[in-house]
């Protein structure tokens, strides 16, 4: 099987690390963060310019029909990058999603509308109480009219604070944790009722909690078939998944750089600490992690297209797989760098941090080695 990217693949490699080099450093991270949507207006403008921002999409919405190896390809750039821009909820997640599920008529407004930069997203679907269970859903989507009121709570929803949209589950059948009744709803983020609280997480990114008071909508907001959203989640979490795992390779190939360049000028005993032997063995074991995960984000863009068990079962053990190798490459790193890479000002640990919520985002390792223990059945 031949793995090697096309020239095509390789030249969009190139334009999006390009894009890193000249647009990033960890000051300008942080001053982007600072924005109050979380991010960068002018990063995102580029990203919509050099086609990015509709690379997975069909043509006729303003894409490009890329494949989940052009996404792996990207999203490892931008995990080099550590970018902040919310590619992984609008692009990936919710254009996703609505290309899955949207009628012609919401993929014709809404997947040109990412593509140019114009309009983000935000799934609203995880809640207090549920963990990383995709089926416990607590919020009531009741008829009203020719459409719904919705209610309820949901917490973590990627980027919400600054999306113009959010595409939010709610029961309009069935109770908690039942696999039927979960449906899909396109709201305006403006909305009468919408109550949305932002917040940083950890890694400097961005989340909000919202709550829906009493949100009216009309029947066509609907994505999808009335009361079978769960699928439909379950696919586009499998495909966010699959990016991150991306994402975190091009994170851990940062690192084992990064680390590298510290092991070169740190002298300890008149001697840089690279010289000595342990220290050479602990960095070749981080490159052999951030390898064999590289491998695992290969099998992520190969599994993707397929719609049976097997792809659970394989984004599961990827994605279990993935998190030890993070916490592996992380934890050597900030131990090689003397236990000085937590502190703020060293770059590593702002790499380790974001590996560490990749890790926890749509499922951490206990639970994705449970989930592919279920997938195999007794």
Known sequence: MDLSLSDDQKLLKETVERLMQDNYDIDRRRKYSAEPTGYSADNWRQMAELGLLGLPFEEEYGGFGGSAVDVMVVMEALGSGLAVEPFLATVILCGGLLQDAGTE?????????????????ALAHSEPQARYALADVTAQAAAAGDGFTLTGHKCVALYGDSADWLIVSARTAGTPRDAGGITLFLVAADAAGVEVTGYQTVDGQRAADVVLNGVSITADAVVGPLGEGLP?????????????AAEAVGVMDKINALTLDYSKNRQQFGRAIGEFQVVQHRMTDMLMETEQARSMAQIAAMTLDRDDDARARELAGVKARLGKAGRFVGQESIQLHGG?????????GHYFKRLTMIDRTFGDTDHCMRRYADTLGD
């Open 340 to 348: 000085m890479g937590m502190t703020d000002e060293m770059t590593i």
């Open 232 to 244: 439909i989640i379950e696919r586009a979490v499998d495909r966010a998944i699959g990016a991150l």
């Open 105 to 121: 008529a919401q993929k014709a407004t809404h997947l040109s509308a990412i593509a140019s930069g114009e309009r983000t997203f």
